[in-house]
């Protein structure tokens, strides 16, 4: 892909030319109705006889700017210079990230798309947001991935987030698989943010060898908004999927409010901490992978990765149990909730009990008829943060000898996909409760720093 005005026609293409603009530069447009626009000029990618031209504005949202033969468009700043300004600290504007050397090969990053705000664009012609998942489309909405990968499209689905489903989980699998099978350098899952963190844990699991990353990335805010987060939170995705030395299941969001960087989080350790900040999402018990400094086009490692890209083969296994709940503990919970759940055939259950790991007294019984039943019962904590610790108080005691898994320090929704996992591949009873205390897909840490605790407020 060249900077040349391809996809530039008819009147916009020619005020370009006048002006001796090209792809990167730092342009003014003055139209006839004394509006100025002044951003860096981004390539278009469809062809169209629309009079638009597309800028990237100081504040790092793309715009298409409607033009006719009164609009006067000049050069402000060329590629060359905002590029060395950019080498040379902090610019004043967001450069167009540099193009890969010509000859030199792209990676190949493919991007699924599963529904969500992320899977949309603007349209800017009219303004109205559409969905947006071919890879024309992509282009056309986010040009600069095209500077980071060659970009392949599809569509596995398209669901608003709260209604993925375990099942729908295993088609996610499968569709990754056969992309990374078919020699994708990575994979960019685009999904509604809500239910993320599950659909990456179970990725996590399903996908033990994994030679290359793969990268959930979703949106607090539509592109149709002044603050969208779309944009830079897939160039981020795009950026890890293509470049990063891990080969891991992570989820990329936002790092902060602002443009700054975003956070790569590793599937089992994430959670969705905020309705409708940009920095929603946070790594719990855990740092993250990475940070993403998409502009630079810069990965910067926080820790080490479980896996290196390129160590392993392609391993697969996927399958969910649909029979297992979580529930979360309140004071006076009635325990024929645990038996409804055990007399319809349930085969696991995940608690979110109070502090290290309890539950009412009242409860003790029908965990132990559970246990009698061989249904696995996890243990996990409401507070998140922190270890699950059943030796401390009496209750937990009594817990421990009806059989209750401690879930250690992992996240209830991520114990509940491990255990969704582990039964849909195991039918001993005693096998499952053994793995679930095993650190599989980095879902256990056994040390924690201060540093892991929430940050809000700023």
Same mark, same amino acid.
């Given at each position: 892909?060249?900077?040349?005005?391809?996809?530039?026609?008819?009147?916009?293409?020619?005020?370009?030319?006048?002006?001796?603009?090209?792809?990167?530069?730092?342009?003014?447009?003055?139209?006839?109705?004394?509006?100025?626009?002044?951003?860096?000029?981004?390539?278009?990618?469809?062809?169209?006889?629309?009079?638009?031209?597309?800028?990237?504005?100081?504040?790092?949202?793309?715009?298409?700017?409607?033009?006719?033969?009164?609009?006067?468009?000049?050069?402000?700043?060329?590629?060359?210079?905002?590029?060395?300004?950019?080498?040379?600290?902090?610019?004043?504007?967001?450069?167009?990230?540099?193009?890969?050397?010509?000859?030199?090969?792209?990676?190949?990053?493919?991007?699924?798309?599963?529904?969500?705000?992320?899977?949309?664009?603007?349209?800017?012609?009219?303004?109205?947001?559409?969905? $947006?998942?071919?890879?024309?489309?992509?282009?056309?909405?986010?040009?600069?991935?095209?500077?980071? $990968?060659?970009?392949?499209?599809?569509?596995?689905?398209?669901?608003?987030?709260?209604?993925?489903?375990?099942?729908?989980?295993?088609?996610?699998?499968?569709?990754?698989?056969?992309?990374?099978?078919?020699?994708?350098?990575?994979?960019?899952?685009? +999904?509604?943010?809500?239910?993320?963190?599950?659909?990456?844990?179970?990725?996590?699991?399903?996908?033990?060898?994994?030679?290359?990353?793969?990268?959930?990335?979703?949106?607090?805010?539509?592109?149709?908004?002044?603050?969208?987060? $779309?944009?830079?939170?897939?160039?981020?995705?795009? #950026?890890?999927?293509?470049?990063?030395?891990?080969?891991?299941?992570?989820?990329?969001? +936002?790092?902060?409010?602002?443009?700054?960087?975003?956070?790569?989080?590793?599937?089992?350790?994430?959670?969705?901490?905020?309705?409708?900040?940009?920095?929603?999402?946070?790594?719990?018990?855990?740092?993250?992978?990475?940070?993403?400094?998409?502009?630079?086009?810069?990965?910067?490692?926080?820790?080490?990765?479980?896996?290196?890209?390129?160590?392993?083969?392609?391993?697969?296994?996927?399958?969910?149990?649909?029979?297992? $709940?979580?529930?979360?503990?309140?004071?006076?919970?009635?325990?024929?909730?645990?038996?409804?759940?055990?007399?319809?055939?349930?085969?696991?259950?995940?608690?979110?009990?109070?502090?290290?790991? +309890?539950?009412?007294?009242?409860?003790?019984?029908?965990?132990?008829?559970?246990?009698?039943?061989?249904?696995?019962?996890?243990?996990?904590?409401?507070? #998140?943060?922190?270890?699950?610790?059943?030796?401390?108080?009496?209750?937990?005691?009594?817990?421990?000898?009806?059989?209750?898994?401690?879930?250690?320090?992992? #996240?209830?929704?991520?114990?509940?996909?491990?255990?969704?996992?582990?039964?849909?591949?195991?039918?001993?009873?005693?096998?499952?409760?053994?793995?679930?205390?095993?650190?599989?897909?980095?879902?256990?840490?056994?040390? +924690?720093?201060?540093?892991?605790?929430?940050?809000?407020?700023?």
């Amino acid at each position: 892909m060249g900077l040349s005005l391809e996809g530039y026609t008819g009147i916009a293409r020619s005020l370009l030319e006048k002006a001796g603009a090209k792809v990167g530069d730092y342009i003014r447009i003055r139209r006839s109705d004394g509006r100025e626009f002044k951003g860096v000029l981004m390539p278009r990618y469809s062809i169209s006889s629309r009079p638009i031209i597309v800028v990237k504005l100081d504040n790092g949202y793309n715009v298409g700017v409607r033009v006719d033969e009164s609009t006067v468009v000049e050069v402000i700043k060329t590629k060359e210079a905002l590029l060395e300004e950019a080498r040379q600290g902090a610019p004043a504007v967001i450069p167009l990230l540099e193009e890969a050397p010509s000859g030199e090969r792209k990676p190949r990053v493919v991007i699924l798309g599963t529904g969500g705000t992320i899977a949309s664009r603007i349209e800017y012609e009219t303004g109205a947001v559409k969905p $947006a998942f071919s890879a024309r489309d992509i282009l056309d909405a986010v040009p600069e991935v095209g500077f980071i $990968a060659d970009i392949e499209a599809d569509v596995i689905m398209n669901i608003l987030s709260e209604n993925m489903r375990p099942d729908l989980w295993e088609k996610i699998v499968d569709a990754v698989a056969k992309r990374i099978s078919e020699g994708a350098d990575g994979v960019v899952i685009a +999904h509604g943010t809500d239910t993320m963190a599950y659909t990456a844990a179970a990725l996590s699991f399903a996908l033990r060898g994994l030679p290359v990353p793969v990268a959930l990335v979703g949106a607090q805010r539509s592109s149709d908004r002044p603050s969208s987060d $779309a944009a830079f939170n897939l160039i981020s995705a795009v #950026l890890v999927a293509a470049k990063a030395p891990f080969a891991e299941v992570t989820v990329v969001m +936002h790092g902060t409010i602002s443009d700054t960087y975003a956070l790569a989080h590793r599937g089992t350790k994430v959670r969705k901490m905020h309705t409708s900040r940009r920095d929603a999402f946070q790594s719990i018990n855990s740092r993250p992978l990475a940070k993403i400094y998409p502009f630079e086009k810069r990965i910067e490692l926080l820790r080490q990765a479980l896996r290196r890209r390129g160590e392993q083969e392609l391993e697969v296994s996927n399958g969910f149990e649909k029979k297992v $709940a979580l529930i979360k503990y309140y004071p006076g919970m009635d325990p024929e909730i645990i038996d409804f759940l055990v007399d319809r055939g349930y085969r696991g259950i995940v608690i979110e009990g109070t502090g290290l790991g +309890h539950v009412g007294e009242q409860l003790i019984d029908s965990l132990q008829r559970a246990y009698e039943n061989e249904v696995v019962v996890v243990m996990t904590s409401q507070t #998140l943060f922190g270890r699950i610790n059943m030796n401390v108080y009496i209750t937990g005691r009594k817990l421990l000898s009806v059989g209750v898994v401690p879930g250690e320090d992992m #996240l209830p929704e991520t114990a509940f996909v491990k255990l969704s996992w582990i039964l849909a591949h195991t039918d001993s009873f005693e096998e499952a409760r053994r793995l679930v205390r095993e650190n599989l897909a980095g879902e256990i840490e056994y040390r +924690h720093t201060i540093d892991l605790y929430p940050r809000w407020p700023h």
